[in-house]
Nanobody
Framework: QVQLVESGGGLVQPGGSLRLSCVASGSIFSNYAMGWFRQAPGKERELIAAINWSGGATYYPDSVKGRFTVSRDNAKNTVYLQMNSLKPDDTAVYYC??????????????????WGQGTQVTVSS
């Protein structure tokens, strides 16, 4: 069992940056690949970043590639999402998730067993 708690969301102006954090507890953090998802009102949940157990492999969809960076610190049981050049379309609730399949970043939401409660990110002037 893994508990995940996100933080770092908030209101930011277009072009600004935010860093989200997700702290895990309850199990060995390095046993899990991690992902960041987001869901905007009226839209489906989408994967925006994924990272394998060691941090040596990552995945981003084209919508955020070059703007978002995922990283992890296994000693701190934490995964991060650095978001730069934010746009109004990035407004959503952001979730971190844990997948017990560790070798490669996982791209499908059904591969993730544990989810955080989400943190709101609003990009607006």
């Amino acid at each position: 069992q893994v508990q995940l708690v996100e933080s770092g969301g908030g209101l930011v102006q277009p072009g600004g940056s935010l860093r989200l954090s997700c702290v895990a507890s309850g199990s060995i953090f390095s046993n899990y690949a991690m992902g960041w998802f987001r869901q905007a009102p009226g839209k489906e949940r989408e994967l925006i970043a994924a990272i394998n157990w060691s941090g040596g492999a990552t995945y981003y969809p084209d919508s955020v590639k070059g703007r978002f960076t995922v990283s992890r610190d296994n000693a701190k049981n934490t995964v991060y999402l650095q978001m730069n050049s934010l746009k109004p379309d990035d407004t959503a609730v952001y979730y971190c998730a844990a997948s017990p399949t560790t070798l490669a970043p996982r791209r499908r939401s059904d591969e993730y067993d544990y989810w955080g409660q989400g943190t709101q990110v609003t990009v607006s002037s």
